[in-house]
């Protein structure tokens, strides 16, 4: 076993939607299992009114890996593919932008 395939196996439990990371996100073919990341940022640019903004980004294997402009619904809200990011490993990284 290479050491890719050793990587794609211990994937497919981060990648079980009952393990409790991984969710179903649907596609304009269906669906596919992703981990769905919403951070909240807010910061000081040394002025007294904050910048506040939030970068959504799905993680998925990469044989699931969607293209730029590709929209998708997570949790009721639809998003558009900004950039995939596929990071060698087995995983692509999508940020995101709202629809």
Known sequence: MTFLEDI??????LYDPDFGFAERVE??????IGIFESPYYEGDPGTFVGVRTST??????????LAESDEII????????VEPMPNGYGETIHMLRLA
Do not use: F, N, Q
């Open 56 to 65: 959504p980004a799905l993680r998925t294997r990469t044989k699931d890996e």
């Open 8 to 13: 794609d196996d211990d994937l497919d439990s």
């Open 74 to 81: 997570i949790r009721g809200t639809r998003y558009t593919v």
């Open 27 to 32: 596609t304009a073919d269906g669906y596919i």
